[in-house]
């Protein structure tokens, strides 16, 4: 006889701080300034036709997000950590088949493989350099979050349909209950980040910055 699915259980939880962690995904100098290597190759008029929409809501509105998430969380108690496309190696030959492919190297200890200074990382913050798309894949976050007591992961970050999409299966696989904050990610277009959202849906529960920041100001 199959057991009946416990009708309790659901991703609708709010946060208890101290079992949560914010994770920040490759928000960094690499993939989110016009000087990054992503973008350092292309003429202005190139730039601007093809990366133009996503710079200009990145600063104007999901910088910001990202900015509030990470003083409400510090300010909650709420664990607060960062990972980085970013090498081992200088020439980047221990980097998934997938990125070699792909083409690009964030050389270790690079300007490109740090976080940005608009969410830069306090002295005692975690970041973690990763080679693949999923960080769970390429580092070894899992042990580090069940080291911390980490139940609840909250992500946000670059790129919505990629690497954001990625932690979050594998986050909800092993186990963690996933917050996703929907303006606090991006990705290279509205219609691809929307398309994303609705995806990955079944895996996480979806919030709002303003949201998230409210349900931490009431407490658990």
Same mark, same amino acid.
């Given at each position: 006889?199959?057991?009946?699915?416990?009708?309790?259980?659901?991703?609708?939880?709010?946060?208890?701080?101290?079992?949560?962690?914010?994770?920040?995904?490759?928000?960094?100098?690499?993939?989110?300034?016009?000087?990054?290597?992503?973008?350092?190759?292309?003429?202005?008029?190139?730039?601007?036709?093809?990366?133009?929409?996503?710079f200009s809501e990145?600063?104007?509105?999901?910088?910001?997000?990202?900015?509030?998430?990470?003083?409400?969380?510090?300010?909650?108690?709420?664990?607060?950590?960062?990972?980085?496309?970013?090498?081992?190696?200088?020439?980047?030959?221990?980097?998934?088949l997938d990125y /070699?492919?792909?083409?690009?190297?964030?050389?270790?200890?690079?300007?490109?493989? /740090?976080? *940005?200074?608009?969410?830069?990382?306090?002295?005692?913050? *975690?970041?973690?350099? /990763?080679?693949?798309?999923?960080?769970?894949?390429?580092?070894?976050?899992?042990?580090?979050?069940?080291?911390?007591?980490?139940?609840?992961?909250?992500?946000?970050?670059?790129?919505?349909?990629?690497?954001?999409?990625?932690? *979050?299966?594998?986050?909800?696989?092993?186990?963690?209950?996933?917050?996703?904050?929907?303006?606090?990610?991006?990705?290279?277009?509205?219609?691809?980040?929307?398309?994303?959202?609705r995806a990955i849906?079944?895996?996480?529960?979806?919030?709002?910055?303003?949201?998230?920041?409210?349900?931490?100001?009431?407490?658990?």
């Open positions: 006889m199959i057991a009946d699915v416990d009708k309790t259980l659901t991703r609708e939880v709010a946060l208890v701080p101290e079992q949560s962690a914010l994770l920040f995904i490759d928000v960094q100098n690499f993939s989110a300034k016009r000087e990054g290597a992503e973008f350092n190759h292309l003429s202005d008029a190139e730039f601007e036709e093809t990366y133009g929409w996503f990145l600063y104007d509105r999901v910088v910001p997000n990202m900015q509030a998430m990470q003083t409400g969380c510090r300010e909650a108690g709420v664990e607060v950590m960062y990972t980085t496309i970013e090498s081992l190696t200088l020439d980047g030959r221990d980097r998934s /070699k492919i792909t083409g690009f190297n964030v050389p270790k200890g690079s300007w490109d493989g /740090k976080v *940005i200074d608009e969410i830069a990382a306090g002295t005692d913050e *975690i970041i973690l350099p /990763k080679t693949s798309s999923s960080v769970f894949v390429s580092t070894h976050i899992d042990y580090i979050l069940r080291n911390l007591g980490v139940r609840q992961l909250v992500l946000c970050g670059l790129i919505t349909d990629q690497c954001v999409e990625s932690a *979050i299966r594998d986050a909800c696989d092993l186990g963690y209950l996933v917050t996703q904050v929907t303006d606090a990610c991006l990705t290279y277009s509205m219609d691809r980040h929307e398309t994303s959202l849906k079944g895996y996480c529960r979806q919030v709002t910055t303003q949201q998230l920041l409210d349900e931490l100001s009431r407490g658990p």
